[in-house]
Structures are given as C-alpha cells and as structure tokens.
C-alpha cells in the first residue's frame, strides 16, 4: 500500500492532489521523474553509481539503494506514471529528527537552462548557499509526544540567515524545545549525534576524503539528510546518527575535475558541525567540549584540523 511520506522535509510533496514521492510498508520511496530531463537525469546517475565499480562500498553506504525504475499510479491521480524505486533512507527511524542540507555555493552548472540559471543565481544568492557554501532547504526536529516535532515553513527555512542555521545546527542536537525562543540550545545530544567515531562528523569526514579525490561526477543541488532518533538517546541507545546524499537530478560528469563546489560546501558544514562540538564559548551552561573529548578520539588522534 503506497501512502504519503510522514518524514519528508523538502523538496515537492504528494500533498493536494500534486505530483510527489510515495513509501510503502517495505522501505521503499517512489520519487515520479521530473517531466523535463531532470527525471531523465536522476535514472542516468543512479544507473551509472550503482554499476561503477570505482565506488567504494564505504561511500556507497551514504546513498540511497537504487531498485530501478517502475510505473505506478501517480500522487496527483494523473494515473500511471514512471518512478525511480529507492531505498526509503527514514524508514529505520522512530520519530527522526532530519535536516537537509542543500551543499554547494553554485546550484546551477553551465549546461542548465537559461531559466535554471536564473532562478538558481537568485537562490544561491538570498539564501546562505553563496555565503556558507550550502543553505538548509528543509527540516524537523522531534520535540516531545505531547508537541510533536518543530517544522519550520519553507519560506522561513529559506530565509535562515547564517546565524540562523547556526543555531538551528545546535537546536538540532539540544535537548530544550526547539521552539523555545528564551533559553540557549543546550547541545546536550551534540556528542552522542555529532560527535564520536560513528557520529556525522566522522561520517562527513569520510565523505570529504572522497570527494578530495573523486572526479567522475559533479553534485550540484544535491542534498546531504543528517538524521537521528532523539528517543533512542533517552533510552540510552545508540542515536542512529547518519547521512544520506539525496537528489541527483543536476549531476554531471566530472571529466577528471574535482568537484570543487560541492568539496567546498561540505567543508564548511564539517567546520560549522566542529565548532558545535568544539567551541565552548557558544555553549556556557552546557561544555559540549568535555562530553566529545570523552567519547571521541579525533582530536588526540589528529584525524580532525
Ligand atoms: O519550485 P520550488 O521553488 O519549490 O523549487 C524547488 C526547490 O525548492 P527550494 O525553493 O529551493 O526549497 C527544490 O529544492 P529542495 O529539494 O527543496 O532543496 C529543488 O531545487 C527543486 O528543483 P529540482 O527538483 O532539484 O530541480 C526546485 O523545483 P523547481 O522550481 O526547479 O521545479
Ligand atoms: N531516498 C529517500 N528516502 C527517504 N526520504 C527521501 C529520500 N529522498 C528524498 N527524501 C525526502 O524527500 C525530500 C525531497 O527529496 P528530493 O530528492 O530533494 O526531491 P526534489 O527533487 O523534489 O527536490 C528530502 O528532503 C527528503 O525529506
């Protein structure tokens, strides 16, 4: 049974009769091809990752598995309609609190449209994407069963400013309602999310040694979803804490070029996440410091700058 997904935080919705992704019971998602070469464009990447034998099977892991393509009756009740089948990347997660991270100062890329262009230079440029090297499209953070989870709207994600994302980087790992304007993020959860041998930083850490080599593809507007199980951590389980690169519709080829853009991008998220973990100052009731040089052996091991 296909149903509208609970955790989508972006991107075009299945929602009022339109055109969007679908899920079922198997932990699948149904993302319908773009009409214009953008679907045309995701298949041709996903074909082509998943049969390069170049691709590392640790980096493999930070992509959603690809089961080809399938027609099935359309969101918007257009009838049958082409999807790309994926590996549902929430369907593991209780109550997950996601963000997705838009990486890269530069959306567009010179073989888009005139009209992409336009609209992507726009973007880039009122959003923090030009100035941090990635912009935040959408999130949710779990908040209590009572209140359920903080979902900003679009407009107001879209509007973040750097400090904003900032502090919403911090409201991500806090245990203080998100929605709670009076008190400081706590960054209680940042250890046990960011930190540690397992956590986002050493994933993107991972992400960057590849992309400071790879030069078959280009990524640009795509996305990294940081997600975890607040609950878990209550419980005194593991947080679940991983990445995913999501949306592949404006790859190109990287003809031996390192992907510069996206390289830079996540630099800054790994710096803006280290900082988190590691400036005490921001932090004055709670030293997220103390909590990551616990667990966490980066900075001994002088695997982080
Ligand atoms: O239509 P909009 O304004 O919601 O823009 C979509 C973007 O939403 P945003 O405004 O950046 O949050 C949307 O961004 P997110 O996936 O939400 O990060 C995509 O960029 C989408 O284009 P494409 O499917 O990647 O080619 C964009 O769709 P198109 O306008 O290119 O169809
Ligand atoms: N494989 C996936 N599994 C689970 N959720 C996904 C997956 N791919 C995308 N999503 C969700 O859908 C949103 C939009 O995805 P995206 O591929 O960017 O779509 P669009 O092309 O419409 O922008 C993401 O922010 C995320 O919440």
Excluded at 13 to 33: E, T
Excluded at 124 to 143: A, C, K, M, N, V
Excluded at 273 to 284: A, Q
Aim: glycine share 8%; aromatic share 10%.
């Amino acid at each position: 049974m296909l149903k509208v997904p609970d955790h989508q935080v972006a991107g075009h919705h299945a929602r009022d009769g339109k055109l969007g992704p679908l899920i079922d019971d198997s932990g699948r998602f149904y993302k319908p091809l773009q009409g214009d070469e953008r679907g045309s464009k995701e298949v041709a990447f996903y074909t082509s990752f998943s049969s390069n034998a170049r691709i590392p099977d640790h980096i493999r892991r930070f992509f959603p598995i690809f089961y080809g393509t399938q027609l099935l009756e359309a969101s918007d009740g257009s009838g049958l309609y082409p999807h790309l089948v994926l590996q549902d990347v929430v369907s593991g997660h209780h109550n997950p609190c996601i963000i997705d991270v838009k990486i890269g100062s530069r959306t567009w890329y010179l073989q888009a449209s005139e009209d992409y262009i336009q609209r992507s230079l726009k973007k880039d440029r009122e959003t923090t994407s030009l100035s941090l090297g990635f912009r935040i499209s959408g999130l949710q953070i779990y908040d209590s069963e009572e209140s359920g989870f903080w979902r900003p709207e679009k407009k107001r994600v879209l509007g973040f400013t750097a400090d904003d994302v900032r502090v919403v980087l911090r409201k991500f790992v806090s245990s203080n309602s998100p929605t709670d304007s009076d008190s400081e993020p706590d960054c209680s959860f940042a250890s046990a999310v960011y930190g540690g041998s397992t956590g986002i930083l050493a994933q993107l850490l991972e992400l960057k040694a590849w992309f400071e080599d790879q030069t078959i593809f280009h990524f640009f507007s795509c996305s990294i979803l940081m997600m975890y199980d607040k609950e878990a951590i209550f419980k005194g389980m593991s947080s679940g804490a991983e990445i995913k690169l999501i949306d592949f519709a404006h790859v190109v080829e990287g003809e031996g070029v390192i992907d510069h853009n996206f390289l830079g991008g996540l630099c800054s998220l790994i710096k803006m996440i280290s900082e988190i973990l590691t400036s005490p100052d921001e932090n004055p009731n709670k030293t997220c410091l103390q909590d990551y040089e616990k667990n966490h052996s980066y900075l001994e091991n002088g695997t982080t700058e």
